[in-house]
């Protein structure tokens, strides 16, 4: 497997394995990451010999990523194959993460997720982006938010942890409230034990930029980005959840333990937001990478 490759910032260091090419959706008008990548699952064959070379090279890793994109799609039997070399091969591995959607979480048994997590598949990364349908459905995602909710919920029953990603001005000025209060209901049923929130960027070569050059799209202005990410953490009814908005895509970097942090990270967007600093005309100055 090639480039691109890409990974949560979570898994910085862990060894990363790319399995598989690309994303077996990969239709979110939002995402350029494997815009230009077919689709192509690796041969268990080839995984069989990634897997032993790179235990080779570092025979004492602990943490492993598996990579592209929702690697949890494959039946469970290949990935209880797959996790079961891992262990073999690696014998201080820990923990195995990898992205995952709703729909290729709830295509397992509550009693497949256990053995997985028995294996030690232990964190799955999933973008709810929003909690409102109609966003969703606009920006391509194929499910509901109450299936991903429903999928984060039995996996975690299972002993799996879920890291959730969401996109703050994902439904642009016309949608920004639905947003903020559908994001922040499905987050208070899933509960997850992580939970990332990036700001979305209109990226050249994504419908998305397109809607935005013709109008179809209106971004939120600075200001308004942080508006909303800050009513989104006032409606968050969380226990025990690391919160982070501290991607390059965020205006200010954010991270704190919910409950426990929550009034003071509300205190620091307030002081940005009376700062006066921020661009209430238009995005504002956006980050070179992403």
């Not at 209880?80 to 992205?99: H, K, Q």
């Not at 029953?157 to 959730?164: E, H, I, N, Q, Y």
Request: net charge positive; with cysteine.
């Amino acid at each position: 497997m090639n480039e691109p490759l890409f990974r949560p910032p979570a898994e910085a260091d862990s060894l990363i394995l790319q399995i598989d090419r690309g994303c077996p959706h990969n239709r979110c008008t939002f995402c350029g990451m494997y815009r230009a990548v077919p689709y192509r699952r690796g041969s268990l064959d080839a995984i069989h010999a990634l897997v032993h070379r790179e235990a080779r090279r570092f025979p004492t890793a602990r943490r492993v990523f598996l990579a592209d994109g929702d690697v949890m799609v494959r039946p469970f039997e290949e990935l209880d194959t797959i996790l079961t070399w891992l262990g073999e091969a690696l014998p201080s591995l820990t923990r195995v993460g990898l992205y995952a959607n709703g729909s290729s979480i709830m295509a397992k048994s509550d009693g497949e997720l256990q053995e997985l997590r028995r294996r030690k598949l232990h964190t799955l990364y999933m973008g709810l982006e929003s909690g409102d349908d109609e966003i969703l459905k606009a920006c391509g995602k194929r499910e509901t938010a109450a299936a991903m909710v429903d999928a984060g919920i039995r996996a975690q029953a299972a002993g799996l942890r879920m890291s959730v990603m969401i996109l703050t001005g994902l439904g642009g000025t016309e949608r920004s409230a639905a947003h903020v209060e559908h994001t922040a209901g499905a987050l208070n049923r899933m509960r997850p034990r992580l939970l990332s929130a990036l700001r979305v960027i209109p990226v050249e070569g994504t419908a998305l930029f397109a809607a935005a050059a013709n109008g179809r799209f209106a971004p939120l202005t600075e200001a308004q980005a942080v508006r909303e990410l800050r009513e989104l953490v006032a409606r968050l009814d969380l226990s025990g959840t690391v919160f982070r908005a501290n991607h390059a895509s965020n205006v200010m970097p954010l991270e704190g333990r919910l409950p426990h942090d929550k009034e003071r990270l509300l205190a620091e967007m307030d002081a940005l937001l009376r700062s006066g600093r921020l661009d209430e005309q238009s995005p504002g100055r956006l980050p070179l990478w992403l």
